[in-house]
């Protein structure tokens, strides 16, 4: 072990003592020291479960091999930008935008410790990344067509996730007795597993009630027809043992050899959601209802999830043309 390091650990061991004995003194914390003794542990305490599992893996992947040794009150913003620039050569821009956002929040937090003068990381910006992969959107002729291939519990999947805005988590952690007549009350999403409320801002209210298209409805009513455990705590979607279904088993074992077969394999959960947004701003749904079926922001509706197409900007043309002139 490095000596920077083994005085940092050091450090880390014997501050409750010296706490105790009334000797307040600030250690001398390496980079890795700090985030792993430090910092995750603290938020471990306010982030949900998805988010511990995403994030915590994100910086001891990324951050902790290249600053680990070093002294943070060391750390310079030139090499931060220039760790940012290096991975924005092989990274899209939202992993880097992430990192760029996991630094400051680990040097904010170390400011607020008295552990550095300034928060190194405060100016970084995200460079110009790797391209992203095309936004693909399902037609309705592709809806139609994936309709008929998939079998009768993928189907209805399908139909929650394209005509509905639920996200696959919600959808394989709905329990019977949250299904009403035309409803289904979303109040819980598993995640790798683990169940979890549904995503949303912790500390305020990420429940809501999801209305289902009369398709949906007729499909889930012939599905709840085969079902074994009826009770109201029983899962929709249950695995043999009585446990919710994960997302990675129903789409690599049920839904992408169909969707394959007909060349919609790039048909994925991701693309279903964006699939969502955009049919329904074509379909002059209000965008406020349309957001809130989805469960997020209006700006995240309109900003991440919405694509128009050629047909649509052809017609916005054509309508402000019109209005000038006559």
Not at 1 to 23: F, Q, R, T, W
Not at 98 to 111: E, P, Q, S, V, Y
Request: glycine letters at 6%; charged letters at 25%; a positive charge.
């Amino acid at each position: 072990m490095p000596k920077g390091e083994a005085e940092a650990l050091m450090a880390v061991i014997l501050k409750p003592m010296n706490e105790k004995a009334g000797h307040s003194q600030k250690p001398v914390y390496t980079f890795g020291v700090y985030l792993t003794e430090v910092f995750l542990p603290l938020c471990r305490r306010k982030w949900k479960e998805s988010t511990r599992m995403t994030t915590e893996p994100r910086m001891v992947h990324h951050l902790a091999p290249k600053f680990g040794p070093e002294l943070l009150h060391r750390v310079t913003r030139d090499q931060l930008q220039l760790f940012l620039d290096g991975k924005a050569r092989c990274l899209s821009h939202s992993v880097v935008d992430h990192l760029r956002w996991d630094l400051n929040a680990i040097f904010k937090t170390a400011l607020s410790d008295g552990l550095v003068q300034a928060n190194a990381a405060a100016a970084l910006f995200t460079p110009p990344c790797k391209p992203d992969a095309e936004r693909k959107v399902m037609t309705p002729e592709q809806i139609r067509h994936a309709l008929t291939v998939l079998e009768a519990r993928e189907r209805l999947i399908f139909r929650m996730a394209v005509f509905d805005g639920m996200r696959p988590g919600e959808i394989l952690a709905v329990r019977l007795g949250n299904i009403s007549e035309t409803s289904i009350l979303v109040d819980q999403r598993v995640y790798k597993g683990n169940i979890d409320t549904p995503k949303g801002r912790r500390g305020k209210r990420t429940s809501r009630v999801v209305g289902l298209s009369p398709g949906t409805l007729m499909e889930l009513d012939l599905w709840r027809a085969t079902l074994t455990l009826t009770e109201r705590q029983s899962f929709l979607f249950p695995t043999e043992r009585g446990t919710p279904l994960r997302r990675d088993n129903v789409w690599n074992r049920g839904m992408l050899p169909k969707l394959k077969k007909v060349g919609l394999e790039w048909a994925t959960f991701q693309v279903l959601r964006r699939t969502n947004a955009s049919l329904s701003r074509k379909a002059l749904i209000d965008d406020k209802v349309a957001a809130d079926q989805r469960g997020h922001g209006l700006g995240v509706s309109l900003e991440v999830y919405s694509v128009s197409d050629l047909q649509q900007k052809i017609e916005a043309v054509k309508r402000l043309e019109s209005e000038v002139i006559q």
